[in-house]
Structures are given as structure tokens and as C-alpha cells.
């Protein structure tokens, strides 16, 4: 990796960085600032990793969890949809969601 390059996980879940390697004696963190660390190597390399390797639009976001988890569970509801519709019902464009969709049962 080059010196001064940005880590961080947009990956599926909070193990696809190694974690493990990054935290050894011969490397020194140093904290910049919420969700923000640097990494250095002895020889002066440095990284910055962001979220500490977590998942970057989980740790990161501002917008609360439940609203991801909706946004998450319309799109497999949408995938849903389309997988188990005949075919011919969805031709390749853009549509809107059901109604019954975005409604929230609460």
C-alpha cells in the first residue's frame, strides 16, 4: 500500500480488514479523531484507517440504524418482488414500489 493511503471496509461485514496485524507492537496508532485513526510504520509509512476497520456506513453515519435496517429490508422486498413476479411483468426501467411496500407497520 502507498504511504498516506485511506483504509476502510465497505465490505459486508467487520472482519474483511485484519485487524490483527495492524495491532502489533512495532506499529503505533495514533488517534485523530472520532473515526479517524493513523497507523504508523517503523519506517514512517503511514495509513489512515477509518472506523477502526469497522463497517464504514454503519460506524460512520449519522442516520440511525432502524432507518438502514428499513432501507435494507425495502430492497429485499423489492427483490422479492421482482424475483417472484411472471415474466413480462417488469421490463427493464425504473419503477416505484407498491405502496404496501414503504408503509411502516408501527
Known sequence: MKNGCIICNMGHSSTEIELTSLRTSELRWEHVR???DHVFWPDGKRIVLLAEGR???????????????????????ALIELYGAPEGRYKQDVYLLPKKMGKSSA
Open 34 to 36: 472520532p473515526q479517524v
Open 55 to 77: 463497517l464504514l456506513n454503519l460506524s460512520c453515519s449519522t442516520v440511525p440504524s432502524l432507518v438502514l435496517s428499513i432501507t435494507a429490508t425495502t430492497q429485499a422486498l
